[in-house]
């Protein structure tokens, strides 16, 4: 089917499916449920970064009028973590705690005001540690341990890989440079503040309302921790108002709400503050990177050596996956054909790190990118010229075994500089003005679940109506950005019918099919290509049903406008809930499933479980920033970003989530910080901790670069998550190229600036950034040969070649 | 959510009904409240716990503005930020004041929050305006359920910055402030109302109502107010500075005021810089001769966004920037 033969895929459509809800108030968040007899819990949270608990005494809490439950970390043993390995959270903290703000107990009450009364009424008694709080501290109090499960100090997990031979690539190098940088850590801030309502029934069935992203780990994580069969447990993900990633753990407040209910047999409500909000974080890690590359003159990559330093806060949570993408996707951009990586996450006491937009990859993206500007200078080559001849080609594999399928980074690339204009505004604009380029990858979903099983990723249901409606069951949950409108579009486009006849039910673990979840932008590419198998079932036991009926082959039968047509001759058509009606009297009860299963991608390595995906989106961007040289003041005055989304489902979602990655990199790199003073959170706050508002947001010009990937639903891909990654780097060249200082650390805040611009005034190196990366040995690496296909697009390599 | 401590909401009919409600309890458990936005936040994280709120928006004596810059402007406390940021004579005749009260906060505050609230508007540090529970983990401050300055452990008294984008401006332009109370009604300089102490800001008695400003005549002055803060919206100010300056026919400045907010508990007047500006011409070595006097005594400590130094160095910046603007002058290219 040719493109222009769909009537809805890939047009603009600006009606979301729950747009008119969200709009006018109609959609019920968690926390607007109201269940008769609720009650309303809280949690009570350690002041200390670092304590023992010594006891707890709830006995006056209890005591108090309205207050109908208290429990502590003794009612919930059983360990969980959203990953299989490292179960070391506890809902409740039991005998230590990790970090301001970690829950020790919590409370059911008639109403929020007696339940906060009854928090001041447990009493706890700490004897308090020493808080580690940096990568340094960690690093150099190796007996201040904050787990001891882990093997050595505070360190939670280590990597070191080796692809090829890196140093016989950097011998082969004809400049080899080495950088440092540092990614302050920050959070997701959606609007929506955690919340969730349980009820548990006399009957003993359990159901959870949860803001989360991940509703199927919640289920699984609810019936290990409350040791009850997952049968019985029904988890239903409310629309959330917003992720980012900061809702796709199992929570604290889950668990609390579900055993407060089980323990008074009326429903629960935990509404988090939005000061908790900033505690259950799960946001960005601070990363502390160090980068070798060698090129050839021409800027050809020889040879790369990345390491990272991560930050994990005070528990596991994704970080083990989260240490393996600091390394994953530097090869799926460049062409890099020998690579090691070394990579390092500690813990420390703060609130844990987790996934955020770009899960792992901004961080090493923006040194990358940066520490490539650097070398372009350095070799008087433009940043367009060191990058264009390199780039990843489709249809390959890269050294560290990630297959690339349809790749239009070319395109990206091209359109952007032509676009804004880059080669002739770089080094020419007036001191102040300046003009930054990166480009970027990432997956369209993980290619392997979190927890290893051989089922399908997503699965999809239809039922059909006689009256010709269709009803959508698929476990993916909508957190913003469209699944929802993609899975009714999808179906309708396949049945040839009204998108507002397609009815859904999602994301509720009791009666939709499993979807693993909103996370490593994977719902549009798996549950949009189940979608099309259980839709094509259903076309094609309705178009047999007519067939038989008009006597003519069914494929020569089509779909479209609310109607079945027989090609062959236009004057025969008939409604589509006709059809139906005669499958019906054919097949009987119609209904349909399809699932989709990634392809087999882990390579044979250990760790790499971490960066395969079935297709990598491909970014580009040059923002453009005006520096005042007197303030320090940085304002991004436009940002061109050309993406390569394999085929635009819907223009209006893919441009929506792409300038809401382009607002989320401009907090990041101008002004967020999750920073931590005597050992607590410096301002959990919204009015604090500054995020830009729309008044800051510059214009963006985007560009949609079509590659028809061949594994994708239509050949698309992601969008969610990758346009973040190259405008930070972006910025932090277009501010290099502005006023000649470089900003190796982000955010890049005004005082930075001016401090650069002294250095600069003062003829020193007009740099700040980390000085260098703390004294750590890894272990040798794990060698891994470079893959066959690798071959195929790099000739010179098999020269190399034992 | 957070919930807000009880309290009972007492309406008064009058001003002097009003007076009278807060002089009859102790200080601290009766409070006065007009827009609330900056108090209703407050009590939500325990800065306040009062009993009793004595509420002053639906009393029609604080309900007025009148004047122009003729005869000088009188404005009624309760008037809201959106109402004086667009009063027809305040723009045309004091546009920096309606500068000023039109980037407080939010479009949605500012329909609350009214000009009184915001001269009288609490200090702000961020060891302070955080939850109790945020507060007793940090051990609690001088301001507050505490006994340290976490901002300057060694001092005896609390830094908390003036954070009114008003007062700079009516300090600049001599505003005076009438309070009414239980002994009557007086007329202070609005200088006189501020205190340099992050508890005790105010000289006011805790039943005394602010309830007019008066502006004396601005024909002819030249004024602006500038805001320095991260974001075009929510934030309150880093630094503010206000000026008010009468150039003759020659250029030469006849009169010149100069007030900085964000820099200190109260909003100050940096008179050695004004002193500099006045029987001179606005020249480029006359402006930045000011700008750097009103730097020195601008003593911004590390309990806001932004590093002090950071604030301190915009001192000079934002008051030269001022001043070349207000000159007609083009700022010099930096650097």
């Known amino acids: 089917m040719a493109a222009d033969d769909y009537t809805l895929i890939g047009r603009p459509i600006p009606a979301r499916v729950d747009g008119a809800g969200k709009v006018t108030g109609l959609t019920r968040y968690a926390d607007d449920l109201f269940p008769a007899r609720l009650l309303y819990g809280k949690l009570l949270r350690s002041p200390y970064p670092h304590a023992r608990i010594l006891r707890i005494d709830t006995c006056k809490a209890a005591a108090l009028p309205g207050v109908k439950a208290v429990i502590t970390g003794a009612d919930l043993p059983r360990p969980f973590s959203i990953m299989p390995v490292n179960q070391d959270e506890h809902a409740l903290a039991i005998d230590k705690v990790r970090y301001v703000g970690e829950p020790v107990a919590a409370v059911a009450a008639v109403d929020e005001e007696t339940a906060e009364a009854a928090l001041h009424l447990i009493e706890v008694a700490y004897e308090p540690l020493p808080p580690v709080m940096s990568i340094e501290e960690a690093l150099a109090q190796p007996d201040n341990r904050i787990h001891t499960y882990n093997r050595v100090g505070n360190v939670h997990r280590v990597v070191a890989l080796e692809f090829g031979d890196v140093e016989a690539g950097f011998a082969e190098a004809d400049y080899i440079r080495e950088d440092t940088f540092f990614f302050q850590g920050n959070t997701h801030l959606p609007m929506e503040q955690h919340a969730a309502v349980a009820h548990c029934t006399p009957d003993g069935q359990i159901t959870l309302w949860s803001a989360t992203q991940t509703p199927h780990y919640v289920h699984r994580a609810l019936a290990a921790v409350l040791d009850i069969p997952p049968s019985r447990i029904r988890v239903i993900a409310t629309p959330v108002g917003g992720g980012f990633g900061g809702k796709s753990d199992p929570f604290a407040h889950e668990f609390c709400a579900v055993k407060l209910s089980m323990l008074t047999g009326r429903p629960v409500k935990i509404c988090l503050t939005r000061e908790e909000v900033f505690y259950a974080h799960r946001g960005r890690h601070p990363v502390l990177m160090w980068i070798r590359t060698g090129v050839k003159r021409n800027g050809a990559i020889t040879a790369m050596h990345f390491k990272s330093f991560i930050d994990g806060g005070a528990y596991s949570s994704y970080g083990v996956a989260t240490t393996y993408y600091t390394g994953a996707l530097q090869t799926v951009t460049y062409r890099v054909p020998n690579y090691r990586f070394e990579g390092l996450r500690v813990f420390t006491n703060k609130p844990p790190c987790g996934p955020k937009r770009g899960h792992g990859t901004p961080q090493p993206r923006y040194a990358l990118e940066v520490h490539l500007d650097k070398i372009a200078e350095d070799l008087g080559l433009d940043p367009v010229q060191i990058r264009r001849p390199h780039l990843a080609k489709p249809f390959s594999m890269t050294v560290n075994h990630l297959r690339i399928t349809s790749c239009a980074l070319d395109e990206c690339l091209d359109a952007v500089v032509k676009r804004s204009e880059f080669l002739q505004k770089h080094r020419r604009l007036p001191f102040g003005k300046g003009v930054g380029l990166a480009c970027s990858a990432y997956l369209s979903g993980a290619g392997l679940p979190i927890y290893w099983n051989e089922m399908p990723h997503s699965g999809v249901t239809l039922q059909l109506d006689r009256s010709g409606s269709v009803c959508v069951f698929c476990g993916a949950v909508d957190i913003g950005q469209g699944s929802d409108s993609v899975l009714a579009f999808t179906v309708a486009e396949e049945l040839g019918i009204d998108p507002r006849d397609v009815r859904l039910v999602t994301a509720d673990t009791g009666i939709t099919p499993v979807d693993l979840g909103s996370y490593s932008s994977r719902v549009t590419f798996m549950a949009g290509n189940a979608a099309i198998v259980a839709a094509r079932q259903l076309r094609e036991r309705l178009f047999a049903a007519v067939a038989e009926h008009w006597g003519i082959p069914a494929r020569h039968l089509r779909a479209a406008q609310g109607r079945i047509f027989a090609v062959t001759d236009p004057s025969r058509s008939m409604p589509f809930a006709e059809a139906v009606q005669r499958a019906e009297a054919k097949f009987g009860t119609l209904s349909a499933s399809g699932s989709y299963t990634p392809p087999p991608l882990a390579g044979k390595y250990k760790g790499h479980g971490v960066g395969p995906s079935p297709a990598y989106s491909y970014t580009a961007a040059v923002a453009q920033v005006d520096v005042d040289p007197d303030t320090g003041w940085v304002t991004v005055e436009k940002v061109w970003i050309a993406h390569d989304i394999g085929k635009a489902l819907n223009p209006y979602l893919v441009e929506g989530q792409i300038e809401g990655s382009v607002y989320m990199a401009l907090g990041e790199v101008l002004m967020e910080e999750q920073v931590f003073r005597r050992g607590v959170h410096k301002f959990p706050s919204m009015l604090e901790y500054k995020s830009p508002t729309f008044l800051e947001m510059p214009e963006v010009e985007t560009i949609l670069i079509e590659s028809l990937d061949p594994e994708g639903p239509y050949g698309a891909k992601e969008a969610g998550q990758g346009p973040l990654l190259p405008v930070i780097p972006a910025v932090a060249n277009a501010v290099y190229d502005a006023i000649g200082v470089r900003l190796d650390e982000i955010p890049i805040t005004p005082e930075k600036v001016l401090k650069g611009l002294e250095l600069r005034a003062k003829g020193q190196v007009a740099r700040l950034g980390p000085r260098g990366i703390p004294a750590f040995a890894f272990p040798p690496p794990r060698c891994v040969e470079v893959p066959e296909e690798w071959l195929v697009h790099l000739p010179d390599a098999k020269t190399r070649r034992p | ?335």
């Not at chain 2, 939500?44 to 000088?72: I, S, T, W």
């Not at chain 2, 402030?177 to 239980?182: E, K, S």
């Not at chain 2, 002090?308 to 001043?323: G, I, N």
Request: glycine content about 8%; charged content about 20%.
């Open chain 2, 1 to 335: 959510m957070l919930r807000l401590p009880p309290f009972t909401y007492l309406q008064p009919r009058t001003l002097g009904e009003a007076v009278r409600l807060l002089a009859e309890q102790p200080p601290g458990e009766a409070m006065a409240v007009a827009g609330g936005t900056d108090l209703y936040p407050n009590m939500k994280r325990r800065q306040f716990e009062p009993k009793y709120l004595v509420g002053l928006r639906r009393l029609p004596e604080l309900r007025f503005l009148h004047g122009d810059a003729r005869q000088g402007l009188t404005i009624g406390a309760g008037m809201t930020l959106t109402e004086v940021s667009t009063h027809p004579q305040v723009r045309q005749g004091y546009p920096a004041l309606a500068t000023a009260a039109g980037l407080v906060s939010t479009p949605q505050l500012r329909n609350m929050g009214t000009i009184g609230g915001n001269l009288c508007l609490d200090t702000r540090c961020n060891y302070y305006n955080q939850t109790y529970w945020w507060r007793q983990a940090i051990g609690f401050c001088l301001k507050k359920d505490g006994d340290t300055c976490w901002v300057a452990p060694g001092s005896r008294r609390c830094w908390a910055v003036a954070s009114s984008d008003t007062a700079p401006v009516l300090l600049a332009l001599q505003a005076q402030v009438t309070l009414l109370g239980p002994q009557g009604e007086r007329t202070l300089p609005l200088a006189a109302l501020y205190r340099d102490d992050g508890i005790a800001y105010l000289n006011k008695g805790h039943a005394e109502i602010l309830t007019r400003i008066t502006v004396p005549p601005a024909e002819g002055l030249r004024m602006a107010y500038v805001k320095l803060r991260r974001r075009g919206a929510f934030d309150f100010p880093v630094l503010g500075v206000a000026v008010a300056l009468r150039l003759a026919d020659d250029g030469t400045c006849t009169e010149a005021r100069l007030a900085l907010g964000a820099v200190a508990s109260a909003p100050l007047l940096a008179t050695e810089a004004a002193a500099l500006l006045q029987g001179n011409r606005l020249t480029p070595e006359v402006i930045e001769a000011a700008a750097a006097a009103a730097f020195r005594p601008a003593r911004p400590l590390d309990n806001t966004d932004l590093t002090l130094a950071y604030r301190k160095k915009m001192v000079r910046v934002h008051v030269a920037r001022t001043l070349y603007q207000l000159a007609g002058l083009a700022a010099p290219a930096a650097l």
